[in-house]
């Protein structure tokens, strides 16, 4: 779906529109309580976009605030003449717009919006910068200048003459206003039991076949008992294998015999990494260099079974407090954190609090390098406005890693191959749960995921976790930056071309490769890994060549 505006009049595909008297309507993904609304508010259509239609008519836009689900949602209301842009409380897919002097350009694909000849694809230097630090690029911003991405829980209005953006829905509000209480845990288990069904069920009919991502872990087992419970088809499972140490395999087939799923092991081997990498820049609408898109690329890629749709388990951690970062508000975690603070301030280098307080160093130490790069000082983003420290992360989390980073890690390979993904765990019920609790009744004595644990050995006996610690995929990215990229990162950094390009120092550049040669280090393999993940990018979507 692409719209845009030409001498001054909306262009815009009618085949992609729901469109009924002077209404056009567009909307993608899935409502998990239209059949509610329907009945609410005494509608007869059938069909998702009548449905919304005849809320529109009724509600206006108030109906934005009871929809629960994962969508983008496009109104064009000749009537009013304003074009709306909606995207759902999570921001679960990307919705894109390019504004400048009277050119409105919209679409929830940046490569299509790429191939209009009145789209100028001009790199966005401040957003390079902070693609290079993180491995992504946070919204609202995109990788081209006066193009953005709209912000989850919030509505674009543009009325042909200019435009607005207002926030219907904001997690960290939610926080605030939530009333925690002490609830007795038989109740929790409950109440978080029934969510996670729920959150499993409203995805498809009971005849639905459902693939699930098993990592081994607790979170997507869960998942997998949740969806062969309910689903009347055998699910498929997916496990990827490494050839190293980090392989869980063995402990996921464990599980899929458990689950009695259909079970695929797929293993990654190295001979096949690059052939992968040089998939990724058709696949992603912008640069994303987070380095386990490759294990997760090639596991989509060689899924060997049709599914109505897939599901993994991102954001539980999050949600539960169960990630190592959130350990760093313990007392052992504070002094190691404040040692590396203390460090970095003698040697003069910028100290922020961002959404992994942890993972800043490592953040920070990428942009001192990018800022050489680019001539331009990153940013590092601050922590939501909470009190408890650990749910200040948490929000951190919510707001970016899992929505902004993991899941569209996910969604770029599972769009191009036209499949259907969710993350049951991140849906509003969940997470707004989680926020009415006291907050030791979610993380006591360096342990999180107190309460999902109990609802999981509800459904897993707990043997099956009692020896086993999640080993993660543990990409190894310095070793492949010396041993599968840097020979070719040298040659996307050829003089002639870097200076047509405009847009990197190469000396510069050069510098960085002698560093790296002399002390290979995580952080300058990150950043050359992401600088070479770019360089794909560009020349395939921007149409420079060597």
Request: hydrophobic share 35%; aromatic share 16%.
């Amino acid at each position: 779906m692409i719209c845009f505006m030409e001498n001054e009049k909306l262009k815009i595909n009618t085949k992609d529109f729901f469109q009924k008297e002077n209404i056009y309507l567009y909307f993608y993904g899935i409502i998990f309580n239209l059949d509610y609304l329907k009945t609410k508010y005494k509608i007869k259509s059938d069909k998702d976009v009548n449905i919304l239609y005849d809320l529109y008519i009724q509600q206006n836009l108030d109906f934005i605030m009871e929809l629960k689900g994962n969508f983008n949602i496009i109104i064009y209301d000749k009537i009013r003449n304003k074009i709306y842009l909606i995207n759902d409380k999570l921001g679960s897919f990307p919705l894109y717009y390019y504004i400048h002097d009277s050119q409105f350009i919209f679409s929830d694909s940046l490569k299509s919006m790429m191939k209009l000849d009145c789209y100028p694809k001009i790199i966005d230097k401040q957003s390079l910068s902070n693609y290079l630090g993180y491995m992504y690029i946070p919204a609202p911003y995109t990788i081209f200048k006066d193009t953005f991405k709209l912000e989850k829980g919030s509505i674009l209005i543009y009325d042909f003459h200019e435009y607005q953006i207002k926030k219907y829905f904001s997690l960290e509000e939610e926080y605030r206003k939530a009333k925690k209480k002490k609830k007795y845990e038989k109740e929790l288990i409950t109440d978080f039991s029934n969510l996670f069904k729920n959150s499993v069920e409203c995805l498809g009919d009971k005849n639905s076949q459902v693939g699930v991502f098993l990592s081994s872990g607790k979170d997507s087992t869960l998942l997998a008992k949740l969806a062969s419970n309910y689903y009347n088809k055998q699910i498929n499972t997916y496990t990827l294998a490494f050839q190293n140490e980090k392989d869980e395999s063995k402990e996921a087939q464990k599980i899929a015999n458990y689950l009695q799923s259909n079970h695929h092991t797929i293993l990654l081997e190295d001979s096949k990494i690059k052939l992968v990498i040089k998939k990724l820049s058709k696949m992603y609408d912008e640069p994303f260099a987070d380095p386990s898109i490759i294990p997760t690329t090639y596991m989509i890629d060689s899924i060997p079974d049709k599914n109505d749709f897939y599901i993994s388990g991102e954001g539980c951690d999050a949600i539960f407090l169960a990630n190592n970062m959130y350990r760093i508000h313990d007392l052992k975690g504070r002094i190691k954190l404040s040692i590396k603070k203390l460090i970095n301030i003698i040697w003069g280098k910028r100290v922020y609090h961002n959404f992994s307080e942890m993972s800043q160093i490592n953040i920070i130490s990428r942009f001192n390098y990018s800022d050489k790069l680019l001539n331009i000082k990153g940013q590092v983003y601050d922590l939501p406005k909470i009190n408890n420290k650990r749910f200040r992360a948490s929000m951190g989390d919510l707001n970016n890693t899992i929505s902004e980073k993991y899941r569209i890690k996910n969604l770029g390979p599972m769009k191009y191959h036209n499949y259907c993904y969710y993350s049951p765990y991140y849906q509003e019920d969940i997470i707004l749960k989680s926020f009415s609790i006291l907050p030791k009744q979610i993380y006591k004595k360096g342990r999180g995921k107190i309460i999902f644990d109990k609802v999981l050995f509800q459904h897993i006996p707990q043997e099956y976790f009692d020896d086993y610690t999640k080993k993660g995929f543990g990409i190894p990215i310095i070793d492949w930056v010396k041993r599968f990229m840097l020979d070719e990162i040298k040659i996307l950094s050829k003089k002639d071309f870097i200076k047509k390009q405009n847009i990197f120092c190469y000396d510069a550049l050069i510098n960085l490769f002698n560093e790296f040669e002399q002390r290979p280090n995580y952080n300058i393999a990150v950043v050359l890994w992401n600088y070479y993940i770019f360089q794909l990018w560009y020349i395939e979507n921007v149409g420079e060549i060597l």
